[in-house]
């Protein structure tokens, strides 16, 4: 076993940290007060390639893993959770099932412009009454001649107002259950197709969430993802994804947490010393450096898993329920060190702890991820 990262990671992680330190962070709390979706940055991602890290260069990406994808979000979300999760859907939620499912045709049509940052993407699966149920999908696509109809709502849709490219479920044979879920590529302006409103967020708040509604929105039989009445087992191969992209935001985070920490407490004196000197501090930071880093070997398993062509679903699960929880538990001494100061909006922790609560949301709850680890045990 090697746990180094290869040179080609390490120059990954070191370019990508500069350009969050010198890009992101400054704007980092701007972005977070105004809720402003960060329209520049998301194209210089795309400049610097960020965007387009494990497709191939036919398509415009940069031919890298899976895993120098996760080591990129892992260090911007030290800096900002919103620029994280705009490329976590970008890249796992909407181009992985276009590379994966779609066709050569397709493929060539949407990834190019999608892996440059002139297009936004998203992913549209989860509606009012299928959350956690994904399976409970209401939205219906039926053929009409060369066309498919679409009709249905979707809500919590990350980048889902501004996609200019979006892949969306819908129910082809509503009696077959999941094995009759398809999924579609809808453009926008599609007659038809109109976002409804951005929700406000606890946190990530310069990431745009939305619904979408869909009303005798038709679209070409050839954007049909994959075969028909796949779109089960194509989002959740989708899904496995993106919990690895979750996980290493979470990780982001967590570490980032940490960093403040570890700061503040060598700055901040109280009783002639710096708190840093105390035992109750000490080992808070160590508990939280000892659970970050068990929580990015198990990103880096999962993603090693997905690189060898290994079924990783049950690893996907165990790392974005460890790794959310752990993140959780990172911000909140994080700030316990800050004291009152780590209550108020100048220092970036609060942010921090208001930004990692969606980790354990989305993607799947973490209560689903140990239904999906338990059954893999039991072999169900």
């Known amino acids: 076993m090697d746990f180094q990262l290869t040179e080609e990671h390490l120059l990954i992680k070191n370019t990508v940290r500069e350009f969050a330190e010198k890009e992101i962070a400054p704007r980092a709390e701007e972005i977070d007060a105004t809720d402003q979706f960060p329209a520049d940055i998301f194209k210089r991602m795309g400049e610097l390639g960020l965007l387009g890290i494990p497709f191939e260069e036919a398509y415009g990406g940069a031919h ?26 970008q890249t796992s939620l909407c181009c ?15 990834l190019p412009g999608l892996l440059s940052g002139e297009k936004i993407g998203a992913f549209g699966l989860t509606e009012p009454g299928a959350g956690s149920d994904a399976g409970a999908t209401r939205t219906r696509a039926v053929r009409e001649g060369d066309e498919w109809v679409l009709n249905g709502e979707k809500i919590f849709i990350t980048n889902g107002s501004l996609a200019d490219v979006l892949v969306v479920t819908a129910k082809t044979d509503p009696e077959k259950g999941t094995h009759g879920i398809s999924a579609f590529i809808v453009e926008k302006g599609t007659p038809g197709f109109q976002p409804g409103r951005d929700e406000k967020k606890m946190g990530l708040k310069g990431s745009v969430t939305s619904q979408l509604f869909f009303e005798n929105c038709r679209i070409p ?5 994959g075969k028909e ?6 989002f959740l191969v989708t899904l496995d994804a993106g919990r690895l992209a979750i996980s290493a ?19 901040r004196v109280q009783f002639d010393h710096p708190i840093a000197d105390f035992e109750a501090i000490r080992w ?8 970050i880093e068990a929580a990015r070997m198990m990103v880096y398993r999962a993603a090693w898993l997905k690189e060898q062509g290994a079924r ?18 990172a911000c909140y001494k994080a700030i316990q060190i800050h004291g009152g100061y780590g209550y108020v909006r100048d220092y970036a922790v609060e942010r921090m702890y208001r930004d990692q609560r969606l980790c354990a949301i989305g993607e799947g709850t973490n209560e689903i991820q140990r239904l999906v680890i338990a059954r893999h045990i039991f072999g169900e």
């Open 96 to 110: 992985e099932p276009i590379h994966h499912f779609g066709t050569e045709e397709q493929k060539m049509k949407y």
């Open 312 to 329: 990783y679903t049950k690893e996907a699960a165990m790392a974005k329920l460890f790794c959310t929880e752990v993140s959780e538990r």
């Open 221 to 225: 039989l050839g954007n049909l993802l």
């Open 229 to 234: 009445n796949e779109g089960f087992k194509q």
């Open 64 to 89: 890298g893993d899976y895993i120098s994808l996760l080591i990129a979000l892992e260090e911007i979300a030290r800096v900002s959770g919103t620029v994280a999760i705009i490329l976590d859907a």
């Open 284 to 291: 808070m930071v160590a508990e939280m450096a000892t659970e």
């Open 249 to 267: 935001m979470a990780v982001g985070l967590a570490q980032g947490a940490l960093d403040k920490a570890v700061a503040y407490a060598r700055e």
